[in-house]
Nanobody, 123 residues
Framework: QVQLVESGGGLVQAGGSLRLSCAAS????????MGWFRQAPGKEREFVAA????????YYADSVKGRFSISKDNAKNTVYLQMNSLKPEDTAVYYC????????????????WGQGTQVTVSS
């Protein structure tokens, strides 16, 4: 079992930056591929970024490529999402998710989810 707790959301102006964190419980964090997803009001949840269990591979949605960066600190059991050049369309609840030894390029199959953190980007 893995429990995930996100933090770092908030209100920011367009063009600004935020860093989301996701703290995971459990001693096998290094075995998990981690992902970030988001859900805007009235829309379906969508994939944002993922990092492989080893931290060696990353994958991004086209909409955030070049602006967002995902990283993983296995020693701290934490995954981060650095978000730069934020746009109003990035406004959503952001969720952290985990799947054991999962393929980073496959955006499904995540077994564990956090409760989400709200990101609001004003224009």
């Amino acid at each position: 079992q893995v429990q995930l707790v996100e933090s770092g959301g908030g209100l920011v102006q367009a063009g600004g930056s935020l860093r989301l964190s996701c703290a995971a419980s459990g001693r096998t964090f290094a075995s998990y591929t981690m992902g970030w997803f988001r859900q805007a009001p009235g829309k379906e949840r969508e994939f944002v970024a993922a990092i492989s269990w080893s931290g060696g591979r990353t994958y991004y949605a086209d909409s955030v490529k070049g602006r967002f960066s995902i990283s993983k600190d296995n020693a701290k059991n934490t995954v981060y999402l650095q978000m730069n050049s934020l746009k109003p369309e990035d406004t959503a609840v952001y969720y952290c998710a985990a799947k054991k030894f999962g393929d980073v390029l496959i955006t499904t199959g995540y077994n564990y989810w956090g409760q989400g953190t709200q990101v609001t980007v004003s224009s």
